[in-house]
Protein backbone atom coordinates (compact mmCIF):
# COMPACT_ATOMS: atom_id res chain seq x y z
CA UNK A 1 0.00 0.00 0.00
CA UNK A 2 1.22 3.41 -0.68
CA UNK A 3 1.75 5.63 2.21
CA UNK A 4 0.18 8.87 2.36
CA UNK A 5 1.72 12.16 3.32
CA UNK A 6 -0.90 12.40 5.91
CA UNK A 7 -0.04 8.85 6.98
CA UNK A 8 3.11 9.69 6.94
CA UNK A 9 2.78 12.95 9.09
CA UNK A 10 0.61 10.73 12.04
CA UNK A 11 3.57 8.12 12.08
CA UNK A 12 5.88 11.31 14.03
CA UNK A 13 2.86 11.42 16.17
CA UNK A 14 2.80 7.53 16.73
CA UNK A 15 5.18 6.32 19.25
CA UNK A 16 5.36 2.78 17.94
CA UNK A 17 6.54 4.02 14.12
CA UNK A 18 9.63 5.06 16.10
CA UNK A 19 10.24 1.30 17.37
CA UNK A 20 10.51 0.48 13.77
CA UNK A 21 13.31 1.93 11.48
CA UNK A 22 11.99 1.46 8.35
CA UNK A 23 8.88 2.65 8.74
CA UNK A 24 9.77 5.91 10.57
CA UNK A 25 12.05 6.68 8.21
CA UNK A 26 10.16 5.47 5.16
CA UNK A 27 7.77 8.24 6.37
CA UNK A 28 10.44 10.77 7.32
CA UNK A 29 11.88 10.18 3.78
CA UNK A 30 8.78 11.03 2.25
CA UNK A 31 7.78 14.07 3.92
CA UNK A 32 10.59 15.98 3.13
CA UNK A 33 10.40 14.97 -0.29
CA UNK A 34 6.83 15.77 -0.74
CA UNK A 35 5.77 18.41 1.95
CA UNK A 36 8.79 19.26 3.86
CA UNK A 37 6.77 21.36 6.48
CA UNK A 38 2.99 19.68 6.90
CA UNK A 39 0.92 19.85 8.78
CA UNK A 40 -0.17 16.92 11.20
CA UNK A 41 -3.66 16.51 12.64
CA UNK A 42 -3.42 13.51 14.45
CA UNK A 43 -5.56 11.78 16.78
CA UNK A 44 -5.38 12.63 20.52
CA UNK A 45 -2.67 15.33 19.73
CA UNK A 46 -3.12 19.09 19.23
CA UNK A 47 -2.35 20.07 15.63
CA UNK A 48 1.81 20.55 14.80
CA UNK A 49 3.53 21.53 12.08
CA UNK A 50 6.30 18.49 11.32
CA UNK A 51 9.43 20.15 9.97
CA UNK A 52 11.39 17.89 8.58
CA UNK A 53 14.45 19.16 6.34
CA UNK A 54 17.90 19.77 7.77
CA UNK A 55 18.06 23.35 6.97
CA UNK A 56 14.72 23.98 7.59
CA UNK A 57 15.55 22.44 11.64
CA UNK A 58 18.45 24.90 11.48
CA UNK A 59 16.36 28.02 10.58
CA UNK A 60 13.81 27.34 13.28
CA UNK A 61 16.34 26.98 15.86
CA UNK A 62 18.73 29.70 14.82
CA UNK A 63 15.51 31.92 15.56
CA UNK A 64 14.99 31.76 18.76
CA UNK A 65 13.58 34.94 19.67
CA UNK A 66 10.35 33.97 17.26
CA UNK A 67 10.11 30.51 17.62
CA UNK A 68 10.25 29.74 21.53
CA UNK A 69 10.45 26.32 23.49
CA UNK A 70 7.09 27.44 26.01
CA UNK A 71 4.45 26.70 26.34
CA UNK A 72 5.00 23.54 24.10
CA UNK A 73 8.29 22.07 24.30
CA UNK A 74 8.03 18.61 23.10
CA UNK A 75 5.45 16.47 21.68
CA UNK A 76 2.53 14.90 24.32
CA UNK A 77 -1.28 14.48 24.25
CA UNK A 78 -3.62 16.99 24.46
CA UNK A 79 -4.77 15.45 27.56
CA UNK A 80 -1.23 15.64 28.81
CA UNK A 81 -0.53 18.82 27.32
CA UNK A 82 -3.78 20.65 29.25
CA UNK A 83 -2.78 18.70 32.37
CA UNK A 84 0.98 20.78 32.25
CA UNK A 85 -0.61 24.11 31.49
CA UNK A 86 -2.86 23.22 34.54
CA UNK A 87 -0.19 22.55 36.71
CA UNK A 88 2.30 25.19 34.96
CA UNK A 89 -0.33 27.75 36.42
CA UNK A 90 -0.18 26.37 39.81
CA UNK A 91 3.71 26.13 40.03
CA UNK A 92 3.40 22.30 40.65
CA UNK A 93 4.94 21.80 37.09
CA UNK A 94 8.55 20.69 35.79
CA UNK A 95 10.28 23.60 34.13
CA UNK A 96 13.64 22.49 33.29
CA UNK A 97 16.10 24.52 30.49
CA UNK A 98 13.82 22.55 27.45
CA UNK A 99 10.71 24.37 28.92
CA UNK A 100 12.07 27.69 29.31
CA UNK A 101 13.12 30.99 27.22
CA UNK A 102 15.29 33.99 27.60
CA UNK A 103 15.81 35.73 29.54
CA UNK A 104 15.24 33.11 32.07
CA UNK A 105 17.12 30.26 30.23
CA UNK A 106 20.03 32.03 29.55
CA UNK A 107 19.89 32.90 33.68
CA UNK A 108 19.58 29.16 34.56
CA UNK A 109 21.76 27.52 32.28
CA UNK A 110 24.77 29.43 33.16
CA UNK A 111 24.19 27.60 36.99
CA UNK A 112 25.33 24.43 35.50
CA UNK A 113 27.23 25.50 31.97
CA UNK A 114 30.62 25.04 33.94
CA UNK A 115 30.41 21.95 34.74
CA UNK A 116 30.37 21.22 31.20
CA UNK A 117 33.24 22.82 29.75
CA UNK A 118 36.31 21.40 29.04
CA UNK A 119 38.20 21.56 31.98
CA UNK A 120 35.72 20.34 33.61
CA UNK A 121 35.22 17.53 31.21
CA UNK A 122 38.95 16.54 31.40
CA UNK A 123 38.63 16.37 35.02
CA UNK A 124 35.57 13.87 34.84
CA UNK A 125 37.43 11.75 31.73
CA UNK A 126 39.31 9.39 34.33
CA UNK A 127 36.25 8.52 36.12
CA UNK A 128 34.49 7.60 32.56
CA UNK A 129 37.26 5.79 31.33
CA UNK A 130 37.13 3.66 34.68
CA UNK A 131 33.41 3.06 34.66
CA UNK A 132 33.71 2.35 30.67
CA UNK A 133 36.41 -0.69 31.70
CA UNK A 134 34.10 -1.62 34.32
CA UNK A 135 31.23 -2.38 31.90
CA UNK A 136 33.06 -3.74 29.36
CA UNK A 137 34.30 -6.56 32.26
CA UNK A 138 30.95 -6.71 32.90
CA UNK A 139 29.95 -8.28 29.43
CA UNK A 140 33.17 -10.66 30.11
CA UNK A 141 31.51 -11.40 33.46
CA UNK A 142 28.50 -12.18 31.40
CA UNK A 143 29.58 -15.11 30.02
CA UNK A 144 30.14 -14.17 26.22
CA UNK A 145 25.83 -13.38 25.83
CA UNK A 146 24.10 -10.87 26.94
CA UNK A 147 21.43 -8.01 25.78
CA UNK A 148 23.63 -5.33 26.05
CA UNK A 149 20.65 -2.68 26.04
CA UNK A 150 19.77 -3.56 29.00
CA UNK A 151 22.43 -5.03 30.84
CA UNK A 152 25.19 -2.80 29.65
CA UNK A 153 24.39 0.19 27.80
CA UNK A 154 21.40 1.63 29.81
CA UNK A 155 23.76 1.69 33.25
CA UNK A 156 27.52 3.00 31.78
CA UNK A 157 25.51 6.26 31.21
CA UNK A 158 23.63 6.92 34.22
CA UNK A 159 26.27 6.26 36.23
CA UNK A 160 28.82 8.68 34.58
CA UNK A 161 25.74 11.42 35.58
CA UNK A 162 25.37 10.36 38.83
CA UNK A 163 28.94 10.71 39.25
CA UNK A 164 28.99 14.24 38.00
CA UNK A 165 25.97 15.01 39.87
CA UNK A 166 28.16 13.84 43.21
CA UNK A 167 25.54 10.98 43.82
CA UNK A 168 26.27 8.01 46.18
CA UNK A 169 26.11 4.53 44.09
CA UNK A 170 23.73 3.24 47.06
CA UNK A 171 21.28 5.52 45.07
CA UNK A 172 21.61 4.16 41.47
CA UNK A 173 19.26 1.71 40.73
CA UNK A 174 16.65 4.09 42.45
CA UNK A 175 17.22 6.60 39.87
CA UNK A 176 17.75 4.00 37.05
CA UNK A 177 14.14 3.38 37.62
CA UNK A 178 12.64 6.69 38.21
CA UNK A 179 14.58 8.08 35.04
CA UNK A 180 13.23 5.09 33.23
CA UNK A 181 9.61 5.33 33.97
CA UNK A 182 10.08 8.91 33.49
CA UNK A 183 11.49 9.20 29.99
CA UNK A 184 10.08 5.32 28.78
CA UNK A 185 6.95 7.74 27.89
CA UNK A 186 4.82 5.30 25.82
CA UNK A 187 7.06 2.23 26.01
CA UNK A 188 4.41 -0.16 28.26
CA UNK A 189 7.47 -2.14 29.04
CA UNK A 190 9.21 0.65 30.81
CA UNK A 191 6.05 2.97 32.30
CA UNK A 192 4.32 2.75 35.78
CA UNK A 193 1.14 2.70 35.11
CA UNK A 194 -0.97 3.75 32.16
CA UNK A 195 -2.25 7.48 33.45
CA UNK A 196 -1.46 10.93 34.28
CA UNK A 197 -1.41 10.09 38.08
CA UNK A 198 1.38 7.53 37.48
CA UNK A 199 2.67 9.77 35.33
CA UNK A 200 2.80 12.59 37.81
CA UNK A 201 3.37 9.87 41.31
CA UNK A 202 7.16 9.50 39.29
CA UNK A 203 7.56 13.25 39.00
CA UNK A 204 6.33 13.23 42.97
CA UNK A 205 9.25 10.94 43.25
CA UNK A 206 11.93 12.62 41.78
CA UNK A 207 10.66 15.70 43.68
CA UNK A 208 11.12 13.62 46.86
CA UNK A 209 14.46 12.72 46.18
CA UNK A 210 15.67 15.86 45.41
CA UNK A 211 14.57 17.70 47.81
CA UNK A 212 16.22 15.77 50.51
CA UNK A 213 19.24 16.16 48.40
CA UNK A 214 18.67 19.80 48.16
CA UNK A 215 18.81 20.43 51.71
CA UNK A 216 21.61 18.19 52.27
CA UNK A 217 23.63 20.01 50.23
CA UNK A 218 22.54 23.33 51.32
CA UNK A 219 23.64 21.96 55.01
CA UNK A 220 26.90 20.49 53.68
CA UNK A 221 28.04 21.73 50.15
CA UNK A 222 30.18 18.78 48.63
CA UNK A 223 31.83 20.50 45.23
CA UNK A 224 30.13 18.65 43.03
CA UNK A 225 27.18 19.64 40.53
CA UNK A 226 24.49 18.93 42.70
CA UNK A 227 26.26 21.68 45.42
CA UNK A 228 26.05 23.84 42.47
CA UNK A 229 22.70 23.77 42.13
CA UNK A 230 21.73 23.68 45.44
CA UNK A 231 23.50 26.62 46.32
CA UNK A 232 22.63 28.55 42.63
CA UNK A 233 21.60 32.33 43.43
CA UNK A 234 19.56 34.11 41.03
CA UNK A 235 19.15 37.96 41.82
CA UNK A 236 20.63 37.20 45.51
CA UNK A 237 17.65 34.67 45.88
CA UNK A 238 18.40 30.44 46.11
CA UNK A 239 16.02 28.41 43.60
CA UNK A 240 12.59 27.52 44.39
CA UNK A 241 12.14 23.90 45.18
CA UNK A 242 10.62 23.02 41.69
CA UNK A 243 13.28 24.92 39.70
CA UNK A 244 15.87 23.15 41.84
CA UNK A 245 14.05 19.70 41.26
CA UNK A 246 13.74 20.32 37.41
CA UNK A 247 17.54 21.04 37.28
CA UNK A 248 18.30 18.02 38.73
CA UNK A 249 15.58 16.55 36.54
CA UNK A 250 17.10 17.40 33.11
CA UNK A 251 20.67 16.66 33.93
CA UNK A 252 19.86 13.52 35.34
CA UNK A 253 17.34 12.27 32.08
CA UNK A 254 19.11 14.05 30.06
CA UNK A 255 22.37 12.64 29.89
CA UNK A 256 21.16 9.13 30.48
CA UNK A 257 18.86 7.31 27.98
CA UNK A 258 20.48 9.26 25.25
CA UNK A 259 23.87 8.26 25.99
CA UNK A 260 22.35 4.60 26.23
CA UNK A 261 20.45 4.75 23.11
CA UNK A 262 24.03 5.68 21.35
CA UNK A 263 26.23 3.32 22.84
CA UNK A 264 23.85 0.36 22.10
CA UNK A 265 23.07 1.81 18.33
CA UNK A 266 26.16 2.43 17.76
CA UNK A 267 27.19 -1.49 18.50
CA UNK A 268 24.53 -2.24 16.54
CA UNK A 269 25.55 -0.14 13.56
CA UNK A 270 29.02 -1.81 13.97
CA UNK A 271 28.03 -5.51 14.29
CA UNK A 272 25.50 -4.70 11.16
CA UNK A 273 28.43 -3.33 9.41
CA UNK A 274 31.78 -5.37 9.60
CA UNK A 275 33.62 -3.38 6.97
CA UNK A 276 33.20 -0.37 9.17
CA UNK A 277 33.60 -2.57 12.74
CA UNK A 278 36.89 -3.76 10.84
CA UNK A 279 37.84 -0.18 9.40
CA UNK A 280 37.78 1.18 13.04
CA UNK A 281 39.72 -1.13 14.30
CA UNK A 282 42.49 -0.93 11.95
CA UNK A 283 42.48 2.91 12.64
CA UNK A 284 41.33 3.79 15.79
CA UNK A 285 41.94 7.41 14.81
CA UNK A 286 38.50 7.69 13.14
CA UNK A 287 36.88 7.09 16.38
CA UNK A 288 35.94 10.78 17.00
CA UNK A 289 34.51 10.53 13.49
CA UNK A 290 32.87 7.17 14.04
CA UNK A 291 31.36 8.45 17.82
CA UNK A 292 29.68 11.27 15.74
CA UNK A 293 28.37 9.37 12.67
CA UNK A 294 26.75 6.74 15.77
CA UNK A 295 25.36 9.70 17.03
CA UNK A 296 23.85 10.75 13.37
CA UNK A 297 22.82 7.44 13.07
CA UNK A 298 21.02 6.59 16.40
CA UNK A 299 19.58 10.09 16.93
CA UNK A 300 18.44 9.77 20.41
CA UNK A 301 16.03 12.34 21.12
CA UNK A 302 13.20 12.46 18.37
CA UNK A 303 12.30 15.64 18.49
CA UNK A 304 11.33 19.48 20.19
CA UNK A 305 8.70 21.94 19.50
CA UNK A 306 8.39 24.99 19.08
CA UNK A 307 5.46 27.61 19.52
CA UNK A 308 5.43 30.55 16.75
CA UNK A 309 5.33 33.91 18.77
CA UNK A 310 4.20 35.63 14.74
CA UNK A 311 3.42 34.53 11.57
CA UNK A 312 6.38 33.26 9.64
CA UNK A 313 6.92 31.98 5.85
CA UNK A 314 8.45 28.94 5.68
CA UNK A 315 9.17 27.27 2.20
CA UNK A 316 5.85 29.56 1.23
CA UNK A 317 3.67 27.97 4.15
CA UNK A 318 2.17 30.77 6.15
CA UNK A 319 2.66 29.50 10.07
CA UNK A 320 0.95 31.03 12.04
CA UNK A 321 1.13 32.88 15.50
CA UNK A 322 0.53 30.30 18.28
CA UNK A 323 1.45 27.61 15.93
CA UNK A 324 3.58 24.04 17.30
CA UNK A 325 6.20 23.44 15.03
CA UNK A 326 7.93 20.27 15.91
CA UNK A 327 11.46 19.59 14.55
CA UNK A 328 12.64 15.76 13.39
CA UNK A 329 15.99 15.20 14.20
CA UNK A 330 16.25 11.89 12.95
CA UNK A 331 14.59 13.09 9.38
CA UNK A 332 17.20 16.36 9.58
CA UNK A 333 20.14 13.80 10.29
CA UNK A 334 19.28 11.47 6.88
CA UNK A 335 18.73 14.78 4.57
CA UNK A 336 19.52 14.06 1.36
CA UNK A 337 20.89 17.77 0.64
CA UNK A 338 23.43 17.55 3.68
CA UNK A 339 24.51 13.69 4.10
CA UNK A 340 25.83 11.97 0.84
CA UNK A 341 24.16 8.88 0.86
CA UNK A 342 22.58 9.14 4.68
CA UNK A 343 21.49 5.85 4.72
CA UNK A 344 25.04 4.22 4.67
CA UNK A 345 26.85 4.13 8.34
CA UNK A 346 30.28 4.94 7.39
CA UNK A 347 32.69 5.43 10.62
CA UNK A 348 34.88 8.20 8.51
CA UNK A 349 31.92 10.43 7.38
CA UNK A 350 33.50 13.39 7.22
CA UNK A 351 31.68 16.45 7.33
CA UNK A 352 29.20 15.17 9.78
CA UNK A 353 26.75 18.18 9.95
CA UNK A 354 23.79 16.22 12.07
CA UNK A 355 21.60 18.02 14.37
CA UNK A 356 21.49 15.33 16.83
CA UNK A 357 22.04 17.35 19.36
CA UNK A 358 19.94 20.38 18.40
CA UNK A 359 21.17 23.98 17.40
CA UNK A 360 21.68 27.15 18.91
CA UNK A 361 20.60 28.48 22.67
CA UNK A 362 19.67 25.61 23.56
CA UNK A 363 22.05 23.15 22.45
CA UNK A 364 22.81 20.35 24.02
CA UNK A 365 24.78 20.73 27.07
CA UNK A 366 25.83 17.48 27.61
CA UNK A 367 27.40 17.69 24.24
CA UNK A 368 30.88 16.81 24.92
CA UNK A 369 30.16 14.77 27.90
CA UNK A 370 28.46 12.43 25.42
CA UNK A 371 31.13 12.26 23.11
CA UNK A 372 33.38 11.54 25.76
CA UNK A 373 31.36 8.22 27.36
CA UNK A 374 30.57 6.80 23.75
CA UNK A 375 34.50 7.02 23.04
CA UNK A 376 35.55 5.83 26.44
CA UNK A 377 33.65 2.47 25.62
CA UNK A 378 34.42 1.99 22.46
CA UNK A 379 37.92 2.57 23.09
CA UNK A 380 37.77 0.20 25.78
CA UNK A 381 36.02 -2.35 23.72
CA UNK A 382 36.92 -2.68 20.13
CA UNK A 383 40.78 -3.41 21.30
CA UNK A 384 39.62 -6.09 23.53
CA UNK A 385 37.13 -7.74 21.03
CA UNK A 386 37.74 -10.80 18.71
CA UNK A 387 34.21 -11.40 17.66
CA UNK A 388 30.26 -10.60 18.31
CA UNK A 389 27.51 -11.38 16.49
CA UNK A 390 23.67 -10.71 16.84
CA UNK A 391 22.21 -13.21 18.90
CA UNK A 392 18.61 -12.41 18.69
CA UNK A 393 16.20 -9.57 16.99
CA UNK A 394 17.15 -6.22 18.29
CA UNK A 395 14.23 -4.19 19.78
CA UNK A 396 12.97 -0.53 19.52
CA UNK A 397 11.86 1.93 22.39
CA UNK A 398 8.36 2.60 21.43
CA UNK A 399 8.26 6.72 22.24
CA UNK A 400 8.18 9.76 19.95
CA UNK A 401 10.50 11.47 22.52
CA UNK A 402 13.98 9.84 23.60
CA UNK A 403 14.78 6.64 22.42
CA UNK A 404 16.19 3.93 21.03
CA UNK A 405 17.40 0.18 20.96
CA UNK A 406 15.71 -2.01 24.38
CA UNK A 407 16.99 -4.93 23.47
CA UNK A 408 20.10 -5.81 21.49
CA UNK A 409 20.77 -9.35 21.76
CA UNK A 410 24.15 -10.00 21.23
CA UNK A 411 27.22 -13.46 21.19
CA UNK A 412 30.93 -12.60 21.44
CA UNK A 413 34.52 -13.06 22.20
CA UNK A 414 36.19 -10.57 24.46
CA UNK A 415 39.32 -10.90 26.11
C1 LIG B 1 19.46 19.50 25.31
C2 LIG B 1 20.49 15.68 22.52
C3 LIG B 1 23.41 13.89 25.97
C4 LIG B 1 22.10 17.50 28.88
C5 LIG B 1 19.51 18.63 24.26
C6 LIG B 1 18.82 18.82 23.00
C7 LIG B 1 19.10 17.75 22.23
C8 LIG B 1 19.97 16.88 22.97
C9 LIG B 1 18.58 17.49 20.81
C10 LIG B 1 17.92 20.02 22.64
C11 LIG B 1 18.71 20.99 21.80
C12 LIG B 1 17.88 22.05 21.14
O1 LIG B 1 16.74 22.31 21.55
O2 LIG B 1 18.41 22.67 20.21
C13 LIG B 1 21.38 14.87 23.22
C14 LIG B 1 21.98 13.68 22.68
C15 LIG B 1 22.80 13.17 23.66
C16 LIG B 1 22.71 14.06 24.79
C17 LIG B 1 21.73 13.12 21.30
C18 LIG B 1 23.68 11.95 23.64
C19 LIG B 1 24.19 11.41 22.56
C20 LIG B 1 23.35 14.74 27.03
C21 LIG B 1 24.14 14.60 28.22
C22 LIG B 1 23.75 15.59 29.05
C23 LIG B 1 22.73 16.39 28.38
C24 LIG B 1 25.20 13.53 28.50
C25 LIG B 1 24.34 15.80 30.42
C26 LIG B 1 23.74 16.27 31.41
C27 LIG B 1 21.27 18.33 28.16
C28 LIG B 1 20.65 19.52 28.73
C29 LIG B 1 19.87 20.08 27.69
C30 LIG B 1 20.05 19.23 26.53
C31 LIG B 1 20.80 20.03 30.14
C32 LIG B 1 19.00 21.34 27.74
C33 LIG B 1 19.79 22.49 27.17
C34 LIG B 1 18.99 23.76 27.06
O3 LIG B 1 17.76 23.72 26.85
O4 LIG B 1 19.62 24.83 27.19
N1 LIG B 1 20.22 17.44 24.21
N2 LIG B 1 21.83 15.07 24.49
N3 LIG B 1 22.52 15.83 27.15
N4 LIG B 1 20.89 18.19 26.85
FE1 LIG B 1 21.45 16.70 25.64
Known amino acids: MTLTVEQAGRALADPKAYADDRRLHDALTLLRREAPVHRVEAPGYDPFWAITRHADVLEIERAHDLFLNAPRPLLATSELDKLNRERAAQGIALRTLIHMDDPDHRVIRAIGADWFRPRAMRALEPRVRELAKRYVDRMVDLGGECDFAQEVSVHFPLYVILSLLGLPEGDFDRMLTLTQELFGGDDGDRRRGQSNEDKLQVLLDFFAYFKELTEARRAHPTGDLASAIANARVDGEPLNEFDTASYYV??????????????????????????????????????PLAVDEMIRWTTPVKEFMRTAVRDYELRGVTIREGDSL????????????????????????DPNKHLAFGFGVHYCLGAALARIEV????????????????????????????GGLKR???????T
Do not use: Q
Not at 278 to 287: F, N, T, V
Not at 334 to 339: I, K
Not at 408 to 414: S, W
Open 375 to 402: RAFFEELLPRLRSIELAGEPEGIATTFV
Open 326 to 349: LLSYPSANRDEDVFDDPFRFDAGR
Open 250 to 287: IIATAGHDTTSATIAGGLHALVANPRELARLRADPALM
Open 408 to 414: LPVRYKI
